[in-house]
T-cell receptor, first 114, second 115 residues
Framework: DSGVTQTPKHLITATGQRVTLRCSPRSGDLSVYWYQQSLDQGLQFLIQYYNGEERAKGNILERFSAQQFPDLHSELNLSSLELGDSALYFC?????????????FGNGTRLTVT | DQQVKQNSPSLSVQEGRISILNCDYTNSMFDYFLWYKKYPAEGPTFLISISSIKDKNEDGRFTVFLNKSAKHLSLHIVPSQPGDSAVYFCAAILNYGGSQGNLIFGKGTKLSVKP
């Protein structure tokens, strides 16, 4: 158990809809990272927050947004969903704000867009 | 354009033998490399890392070798155990003159260790 909690585990929704994925980081970790894993793809970095502030941005679509709350949990909002957004979305956390620290991943949220 | 490549989607090894997982990269500005292991229905877990100033790092049965001139790294598992069966991801970090880059992952290699 990594200590990172992601909810929900599975999500099925229709094109054009909006969903929110939730992540609770490991106790004591200040950084939260979001990654997307599509079929046959490696993990693609989306965005990082550190202690409530956006720290780094990857290939995140404009239809996607995220935030980290004062209690350090984070939410990833996906809107105007398309079939291609179907993927596994992982949240990870670390103590510091640098990727050199090993990341602790949650078990992911599997999003299916129909 | 993939900057971190794991060209073998799968690898099958007998228990007790050595497993060698390979990873190639294209960007010479990568300065830190990590391996993560992933079991089905779980998130990746950190396994071992190596800085670009080193050519080898060892942790128990796991050893990572880095060949900077060839832009190649490999993960050796000796001896392999059935519990090592998982998908292994190679990842790298770019260093932009001191500024942190993001983790860039390969697509993974599925290792099967047969009893």
């Amino acid at each position: 158990d990594s200590g990172v909690t992601q909810t929900p585990k599975h999500l099925i929704t229709a094109t054009g809809q909006r969903v929110t994925l939730r992540c609770s980081p490991r106790s004591g970790d200040l950084s939260v990272y979001w990654y997307q894993q599509s079929l046959d793809q490696g993990l693609q970095f989306l965005i990082q927050y550190y202690n409530g502030e956006e720290r780094a941005k990857g290939n995140i679509l404009e239809r996607f947004s995220a935030q980290q709350f004062p209690d350090l949990h984070s939410e990833l909002n996906l809107s105007s969903l398309e079939l291609g957004d179907s993927a596994l979305y992982f949240c990870a956390s670390s103590v510091g704000d640098r990727h050199y620290s090993p990341l602790h991943f949650g078990n992911g949220t599997r999003l299916t867009v129909t | 354009d993939q900057q971190v490549k794991q060209n073998s989607p799968s690898l099958s090894v007998q228990e007790g033998r050595i497993s060698i997982l390979n990873c190639d990269y294209t960007n010479s500005m990568f300065d830190y490399f990590l391996w993560y292991k992933k079991y089905p229905a779980e998130g990746p877990t950190f396994l071992i890392s190596i800085s670009s100033i080193k050519d080898k790092n060892e942790d128990g049965r796991f050893t990572v070798f880095l060949n900077k001139s060839a832009k190649h790294l490999s993960l050796h598992i000796v001896p392999s155990q059935p519990g090592d069966s998982a998908v292994y991801f190679c990842a790298a970090i770019l260093n932009y003159g001191g500024s942190q880059g993001n983790l860039i992952f390969g697509k993974g290699t599925k290792l099967s260790v047969k009893p």
